[in-house]
């Protein structure tokens, strides 16, 4: 049975963050990272059911979103070999790496078109951050062809009901895109041990 008081905990914190630094984006994100470091340093605090992949998609399970849309707590399991397409978010966002491992595109726009950085393999225990002041546009793909992998995602809004957009980098075409959740049911933060 998953430590769901390790969840609930990292979400009462983020959510104290959240109401302490509000539109300070910085002073959130160098608040959270450590805190998402900390919980991604075991996996025991996931549920099963939020770890499971689908054979062709990379799945977004909500652990919790909050009842203000000031923050959501997404679970990515991506299959071997899965990958998001190139895409932003529209809101800042923490990712901390929990199982195997991740492939880390950033895009920066250049005369239109958008030019890849170099990419980064992201290892468990690692936290990266997104935003539209640091940085909106990447691609993350499961480093593994053989095995899942599993990020956790914080975002300062309900980043499923978002919308925001994907592109084709070689061809510059842009698609509005709104990513929605997998699952119908999220964790019961309040279950007794
Ligand atoms: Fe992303």
């Known amino acids: 049975m998953a430590n769901i008081d390790r969840l609930r905990g990292f979400i009462a914190q983020t959510a104290r963050i959240v109401e302490r630094h509000g539109a300070d984006e910085a002073a959130t994100l160098a ?7 900390a919980l991604i340093i075991s996996d025991d605090f ?34 071997p070999g899965q990958k998001t397409p190139v895409h932003n978010h529209r809101t800042w966002g923490a990712i901390g790496v929990l199982r ?19 990419t ?3 290892e468990p225990g690692r936290v990266v951050a997104v935003s539209p002041t640091i940085g909106d546009v990447h691609q993350i793909a499961n480093a593994y062809d053989d095995r899942v992998s599993i990020s956790i995602h914080v975002y300062g ?21 709104v ?6 049911d ?3 933060l309040w279950a007794a041990e």
């Open 179 to 184: 990513s929605g959740y997998v699952n119908a």
């Open 120 to 122: 980064e393999k992201l």
């Open 186 to 188: 999220t964790p019961n």
């Open 157 to 177: 809004g309900n980043i499923g009901r978002i919308h925001r957009e994907v592109f084709v980098p070689e061809s510059g075409a842009v698609k509005p895109f």
């Open 46 to 79: 996931l549920p099963a059911a939020y770890t499971v992949p689908h054979p062709q998609y990379y799945q977004q399970y909500l652990l919790y979103g909050d009842p203000q849309d000031r923050f959501s707590v997404v679970s990515f399991v991506w299959g």
């Open 100 to 118: 195997g491992a991740e492939l880390s595109t950033d895009y920066t726009k250049q005369d239109g078109k958008l030019i890849p950085g170099p």
């Open 31 to 37: 608040a959270l990272e450590p805190e998402l470091a």
